[in-house]
């Protein structure tokens, strides 16, 4: 079994429309969850992290987090053009604070107008 | 977040040879880290770059292969040893801010002949 899956892509929504991305991870002991935004030929960038159980907002982006389904999900509100890119999902599976990052397979979000 | 840059940004190397990517950061960081991206793939962690030790090797990679320097707190090496075709990647570093939240360089697109 795969440490971090993420759901089968590619997902298309229209403009406006809320993009919903979603990962499940098998490490129980994890305790901190990061959403990067990846456009083609660009590297990785960070949008969000969370630590703890619930939602977290900043600006369209809603990250939620459930410790007990090892569920953490990515909300785009009133997406746009601009937010077609790869979108991963990654685990601290260190087991402490030692940094180290597993990366699901991505999901291809494309806003279309 | 820090400003990370990567030299070379690509290369067009032939089999057998070696090649030695630098990466940059802007800030002492405690934490560095190599990634590598396959055509079409997500990231997969080579290495943690420690200050003033060996580096940590993920499964599947070792050091005889990729060579890595850490000199100290705002630089780092990667080295790609008796490049194949199968070496043609991203290469990508990443510094650890806080322990946990990294962010990325530009990354190094290799080719292998």
């Known amino acids: 079994q795969k440490e971090v899956e993420q759901n089968s892509g590619p997902l298309s929504v229209p403009e406006g429309a809320i993009a919903s991305l979603n990962c499940t991870y098998s490490d129980r002991v994890s305790q901190s969850f990061f959403w990067y935004r990846q456009y083609s030929g660009k590297s990785p960038e960070l949008i969000m992290s969370i630590y703890s159980n619930g939602d977290k907002e900043d600006g369209r982006f809603t990250a939620q987090l459930n410790k007990a389904s090892q569920y953490v999900s990515l909300l785009i509100r009133d997406s746009q053009p601009s937010d077609s890119a790869t979108y991963l999902c990654a685990v601290n599976t260190g087991g402490t604070s030692y940094g180290k990052l597993t990366f699901g397979q991505g999901t291809i979000l494309t806003v279309h107008p | 977040s820090a400003v990370i840059s990567q030299k070379p940004s690509r290369d067009i190397c032939q089999r057998g040879t070696s090649l030695t990517i630098q990466c940059q950061v802007d800030?002492?960081?405690?934490?560095m880290f190599w990634y590598r991206q396959q055509p079409g793939q997500s990231l997969t962690l080579i290495a943690t770059?420690?200050?003033?030790?060996?580096?940590?090797?993920e499964s599947g990679f070792v050091i005889d292969k990729f060579p890595i320097s850490r000199p100290n707190l705002t630089f780092s090496t990667l080295t790609v040893s008796n490049m194949s075709p199968e070496d043609s990647s991203i290469y990508l570093c990443?510094?650890?801010?806080?322990?946990?939240?990294?962010?990325f360089g530009p990354g190094t697109r290799l080719t292998v002949l």
């Open positions: 800030s002492q960081v405690t934490m």
């Open positions: 770059a420690n200050q003033g030790s060996e580096a940590t090797y």
């Open positions: 990443s510094a650890g801010l806080s322990t946990d939240t990294q962010y």
